[in-house]
Each structure stands twice: as structure tokens, then as C-alpha cells.
């Protein structure tokens, strides 16, 4: 059963921007900690970023420190991640995942099925 929603992957070239979305039409995300990991083939899904529940702090990866922004739009129900200036390493599935504040997967309950990004010329 999904209880997240990814939106906005796509194949872009190094240097472009994206903007993802995460909602859900279970959840009120403005009460979870939400986070977005990434998983390339191969590899550990890793943090990416993450924003509180209550104050809105923000926590990034230094890999995406300056080029990506974490945010929430509560009446949209929807928390976004900005990516600008982007490499080709970036290429993964993103998910966002709803739970509480942390940087580890067992942190977070509630996932996406996870949004494509290519970087690539």
C-alpha cells in the first residue's frame, strides 16, 4: 500500500535543476519528520535530507550541501526537495519517507515507492 507520493524525477543534464514532491493523501506530513534518501544501483539508500516536524530544521548531507533545499508547503500537504546544480553522481531513485527526525532508515515508517533521477549529457 503506497502511503507516500514521489513526483518530479526525470532526466536532466549536469547543471540543470529539479524540484521533487512528496504527499500523501494518508498522512498530514506537517506531523512527521520528513526525509529523502536516495539509493543508486548497487548501493545503501543514503540521506540525502531532512526537515523536522516541529520547528521546520533542516539537516543535509554534505554531498547536496548549497545545491539542494528542503521545504514544506502544509497547505499543500506536500514537502519538497530543490535540487539545482546537479551531477551526474546524483543519479538515484529518491524516496521520502515520513517518521521521525533522523538521518537512518529505521528512523522513518512511512515510504514512497521512490522517484527516477538521471544526470546525464
Known amino acids: 500500500q503506497v502511503q507516500l507520493v514521489e513526483s518530479g524525477g526525470g532526466l536532466v543534464q549536469p547543471g540543470d535543476s529539479l524540484r521533487l514532491s512528496c504527499t500523501s493523501a494518508?498522512?498530514?506530513?506537517?506531523?512527521?519528520?520528513i526525509g529523502w534518501f536516495r539509493q543508486a544501483p548497487g548501493t545503501e539508500r543514503e540521506a540525502v535530507s531532512c526537515?523536522?516536524?516541529?520547528?521546520?530544521?533542516?539537516r543535509y548531507a554534505d554531498f547536496v550541501k548549497g545545491r539542494f533545499t528542503i521545504s514544506r508547503d502544509n497547505a499543500k500537504n506536500t514537502v519538497y526537495l530543490q535540487m539545482n546544480s546537479l551531477k551526474p553522481d546524483d543519479t538515484a531513485v529518491y524516496y521520502c519517507a515520513a517518521g521521525n527526525w533522523g538521518v537512518l532508515t529505521s528512523d522513518y515508517s512511512y515510504w514512497g515507492q521512490g522517484t527516477q533521477v538521471t544526470v546525464s549529457s
Open positions: 526537515i523536522s516536524s516541529s520547528d521546520d530544521n533542516t
Open positions: 494518508k498522512f498530514t506530513l506537517e506531523y512527521y519528520a
